[in-house]
């Protein structure tokens, strides 16, 4: 074994995100940049805006920021918050404990429900703090929808008949960055109030993009806010985005790209799209199942359709097998993350992804353990071929 | 099943050439169009000569035709002879013919030594013609040095040496089309006078470059000749290039992608390609070992690094396996050309390749045997696995 040889070929991006960008989508990207004041891109705007709440599935408001997801996140708190308010947050693992700890940040008090990063948030918990807070003090619950970090999917509308239930007015702010196009999500009919997303997982985009799929009610609470804040405030974005632009240089590049990404997800259809990606996170986890290799996620209701998330064995490191598998076989796996990392992997299945792409895939983490003598079952990339030869997709 | 599903993820293009042209290629190729007559073309074009000659493994003078490897085909065959000339042809497969065919169309008589598509081309009995070729009429030999028909590689050292025993002044010519760039060729160590080959395989482009790579024999011998024609003319472009130039409009964008390609060749080394192609053609090799699938190709020293064509079992038709895998798995296979229509299949596995979209490839066949119900051996794709992770090289 060479140190570090030259590698060919295309390079598997098997992380949860940023997904794989399509030759379309790159393409769109290339065009010449435009005047973000120009006729051009208001129309483009406008034309974006509408089929992004299609994907949301919602008849609210859509606003897009040149921002990471974690700006997003942020602007969805300032928005709606005041210091010293009070929300309810779910550890369901590493990234609803980086939303909290923004949270916290910028002065919000968490009343914070403890978990053990292998199950989704826990509805009846929820349920349970809002009937103790007979003044309404709580003012909102965030929870992660689809957890990057574990591969845990958080039943959201079992959320919502808890705050139903127990007829709360707090606000439901959901993290669908990597659920959104990838897994079945519809705002409206969940009653979520605030959305929160970015363009490099289901969208097949670039990082760059971050939004906030926002309802009438959240329209309404951010008007109360007294938070200092400028960048992130909805109310100026609102305005603009009537005539189609906005209160400051958007990163108006990217639109280009999402306007033919929306449109590779309209081709295929939400409901196509987000079969193709129950049936190959099936399908690999046919495959983990085989390896004997433990699934991060406890309960197979809330196994993830876009990221499957491994333990390692005991005694053996899992940056070390990444490390062979992205210099041997050219591939990128995910880290574990916080107190994951080194025992946790993950394998992203998410985006402009196939059949055999995901054999590609599987066959460089059974190769990967093979060389690395990790122990584990043979035959899991069989699994995954037989899953996918009797099922009845294809 | 539905009838025509929409495909996501990457096209595998599994076909043996055009190959996957890589994103650095692609972007190469997607310059603005530049003046052919601009100091900026000569340079490049004097630069890329140079280049092209290390891969050839020549001292000798390439040219570069705006063209198909047809093309490229008859310059060679139309520079060096005349209406009625003898030459002798090899029938090693398909492209063997259709070069035969157009040499017989520009009214050159073949002496054709047939053969059964299943071996290389017989280097005893060119020599046997040769030998008995007292007065010298034959004037060339033309060998296709791999057969992309049937995954089939001919000895060209073995050629060069019948042509040193007859002590026979014939020329000889090698369709390197499939080889170079992918399979060991060294022009001069070979003595081979005209070498033909074109972009779209080990160069990893697009098609539209065709190549005559000529040493001083064929450029001596080209002199003599009668035949009447212009566009193929080496001594016309061979003046022009010695300042950069063509005389006539050259596919110049496509010289920006080959001069990315040769860059990615250079990066890599030729022996390295060589060594990765030979490798990920056994591990092939090892798959449809265990299928218990036929080999096009006979003899185990003949088997082509860079295609391997396969014998579908008797009542089934391979044109109805690929179209399966096509329109479902998203991947395009060689169909089986002239006599070997609908019961030979072909894998291409060269170019920018590597052992991921390998075993992607292989599980695609795999699961459209399963799904044609076609007789095969399970495991093939665990025996490519078993095969890459023994071998000593990852």
Known sequence: MSDFPLLRGWHFLQIPGPSNTPGRVLRALSKPTLDHRSPEFGILTKNILLRLKKVFKTTGDIIVYPSSGTGAWEAALINLFDPGDKIIGCETGHFAVLWKNLAEKIGLEIEWIEGDWRQGAEAAKIEELLNKDKEHVIKGVMVVHNETSTGITSNIP?????????KHPALLLVDVVSSLATTAFAQDDWGVDVAICASQKGFMMPPGLGFNSINAKAVNASKQSKSVHSYWRWDRILEMNETGYYPYTPAS?????????LTMIEEEGLDNLVARHKRLAAACRAATAKWGLENQCLNPDEYSDSTTALIIPNGYNADELRKYILTYLNMSLGSGLGKLKSKVFRLGHLGD????????????VEMGFEKMRIPYQKGGVQAAMDFLTNSADS
């Open 158 to 166: 079992a959320i919502r008949t808890a705050l139903d239930r127990s």
């Open 253 to 261: 590049g990217l639109f280009f790209g999402l306007d033919e990404a």
């Open 353 to 364: 992804f196939n059949e055999l792409m995901l054999m590609g895939m599987l066959s460089g």
